[in-house]
């Protein structure tokens, strides 16, 4: 599903209306009907239904959409902020076909919304995409009201967007609408498809509106939500001849004195992720803990102590071979010349690579060794190490997941999985998707180690690093989403998304 930026979407509405001659009046009746048909079915037996209208597009879709429930019969009233008069184009036609079909309106205040609560409807049809600074004055009076008469129990539809929240997402200035559904036109906006609009938007549903598809089609780099069926389409498939070695040998360099868990939780991913065989390099003091978590792993111990560096190269080149992926990172120990290390093993192995964790601090202040991989590299940062790989603070990638994920995957021509709440995988060539599956549950130790290993014996089964990073994305969130039925979100332990990897593959039979 193709989300939208503010300015592509004032884009694609301009070129529907220049180039293609689609009529601005007929993209505000499609969205009105959205709007109206949402009203409806919050509204209880005896409500009444509020519209708070604003100036522009999301003002007009408002009068639109209240005139066609007072056509209805349903008992319906204008506030205005922006008063008809000021308003121009199809908003201003809008206004004065309502008022030509007998509708009430009036100036908005906080007291003509004090009335509304349960069974009652509130459409906010404010701001919508055109938020360009915190709501003042009238505005910001406006969505307190709003939300006040949702606490009293009326049900809120938002028109487009949530008043107060920014369409490229991030959060939101001041004050926001806290709505129950909200129709959004044409497609989805970043701001809803990631926290915190993700859960301020209610139920988002998005509506066709006579936008020609090509528009669409022909936006680049594109921006996406992953969906079910997608991803179901690019698993490789398991056939009956197959054995082993059809699935492929992923290698796990991972693992350290006190941190074997890290190492065994990755390479229990690649096996429930369905790799043919796991094999784990890591210090000969380890093998044996990593070992004893599953009987169906192999090691390559690495001889010597400490910190991974030039002297581990030679053992890992030849661990590396046959590999058809490897997977560095998880609790390895790490010291001043395992950047180095890791260089080299990227550049001479050609295998696809997936860094996590440690491996990403290693590289932190000097990528460069990104920049001479001889195969696919996947990068599966969490905002601390995203950060420290640009250069930025962590606020600075969280204002911007999206932007920081496409600079890090073009600087260095790697796929990048920015993980945390709307997890983004971006392409080098600017191509990036959201993750919808997931929940807070997910925020505990080790289930980024059961990532990379779900991820690493995806590149093993031959998907292209692009796809195992975005099944990888949703299939591990869709894992954590089914394990809360069991355990709550505060029990879940990483070592419970192994079972709901398997219940995501007996779903969907792999």
Sequence with gaps: MRILTAAETRAVDREAIEWFGVPGLLLMEH???????AALEGLGPAGRVFVITGGGNNGGDGWAAARLL????????????KEPAGLSGDAATNAALYAKFGGEAASFSSDALGGAGRGDVVVDALLGTGLSRPPEGTFREAIAAMNDARERGAFL???DMPSGLPADGGDPPGAVVR????????ALKVGLAIPPGRELAGAVEVVPISWPPALLDGLSPALDLLEEGQIRARLPRRESRSHKGSYGHCLVVAGSPGKSGAAALAARGALVGGAGLVTVATRSEVAAQVLGHAMELMAAPLAGEGALGDGDVPALLAACEGKDAVLVGPGIPRGPRTRD???RLLAEVRAPFVLDADALNALAGDPSPLDRAAGEVVLTPHPGEMARLLGATVAEV???RIGAARRLAA?????VVLKGAGTVVAEPGGDAAICP?????LATAGTGDVLAGLLAALLAQGMRAPDAARAAAYVHGEAGNRMILRTGMAGLVASDLLEGIREVWRAWSR
């Design 179 to 186: 709505a129950d559904r909200t129709p959004t036109f044409g």
């Design 411 to 415: 600087a260095h021509g790697c796929v």
């Design 157 to 159: 539809v938002a028109v």
């Design 398 to 400: 969280q204002a911007d």
């Design 437 to 441: 599956t997931g929940n807070a549950g």
């Design 341 to 343: 290390a890791i260089g």
């Design 70 to 81: 007072l056509a209805g019969g349903v008992a319906t009233r204008v506030l205005a902020v």
């Design 31 to 37: 969205a009105a009907r959205a709007v109206a048909r």
